[in-house]
């Protein structure tokens, strides 16, 4: 049973233009929820994260936003660029001791058009 | 920065080998985690441990153990390989404690032929 789905394997966006990526969650014990950007033969990297207290979480170009009564984030991508071309994967987790484990999506395979 | 470091970037073993897949930490975190990643099937945990010489099934343990002696390693073994476990491994390391992220190594693609 997936408990954090992304239910668009791809999406191809302009260059400039905003990326939208969605994920959704099962399991209401999540509370913290992350995004990573994976490129081919490499290890995925922390992009940005976002805690079930809050809503939105920005860094620079990217927002991440919380519906949890939706179980549902997205991530946004402002203005897009041909180097955030990858795959990105959400994530999720539980703070409950003993639960540290990361639940991890299919991933979405952003392309980013010049 | 923290640095987690796997072992191999490539591998290539035969069918009923006994494989090892190594995994370094260099932050002091006590938990450590093995994913793999196949198209379309995402990340999927294996293992993962919590500290020294405790360890959890993950979501598809089956035809793996892992081993964890010392804080910062963290080994997966693939009794007698199979094809069916070709695939990217990824190792990841994250503190305890609320709102940590993982931090993942480059990842070790084996093939089994």
């Known amino acids: 049973d997936q408990q954090v789905k992304q239910n668009s394997p791809s999406l191809s966006v302009q260059e400039g233009r905003i990326s939208i990526l969605n994920c959704d969650y099962t399991?209401?014990?999540?509370?913290?929820f992350l995004w990573y950007k994976k490129y081919p033969a490499e290890g995925p990297t922390f992009l940005i994260s976002?805690?079930?207290?809050?809503d939105k979480n920005e860094d620079g170009r990217f927002t991440v936003f919380l519906n949890k009564s939706a179980k549902h984030l997205s991530l946004h991508i402002v203005p897009s660029q041909p180097g955030d071309s990858a795959v990105y994967f959400c994530?999720?987790?539980?703070?409950?001791?003993?639960?540290?484990?990361?639940?991890f999506g299919t991933g979405t395979r952003l392309k980013v058009l010049a | 920065d923290v640095k987690v470091t796997q072992s191999s970037r490539y591998l290539v073993k035969r069918t009923g080998e006994k494989v090892f897949l190594e995994c370094v930490q260099d932050?002091?975190?006590?938990?450590m985690f093995w994913y793999r990643q196949d198209p379309g099937l995402g990340l999927r945990l294996i293992y993962f441990?919590?500290?020294?010489?405790?360890?959890e099934k993950g979501d598809i343990p089956e035809g793996y153990s892992v081993s964890r002696e010392k804080k910062e390693r963290f080994s997966l073994i693939l009794e007698s390989a199979s094809t069916n476990q070709t695939s990217m491994y990824l190792c990841?390391?994250?503190?305890?404690?609320?709102?940590?992220?993982?931090?993942f190594g480059q990842g070790t693609r084996l093939t089994v032929v």
């Open positions: 932050m002091d975190h006590e938990n």
């Open positions: 990841a390391s994250s503190l305890v404690g609320l709102n940590t992220e993982a931090f």
């Open positions: 994530a999720a987790s539980a703070s409950r001791p003993g639960t540290y484990k990361y639940i």
């Open positions: 441990s919590y500290d020294v010489k405790m360890k």
């Open positions: 976002i805690s079930s207290i809050k």
């Open positions: 399991n209401s014990m999540f509370d913290y």
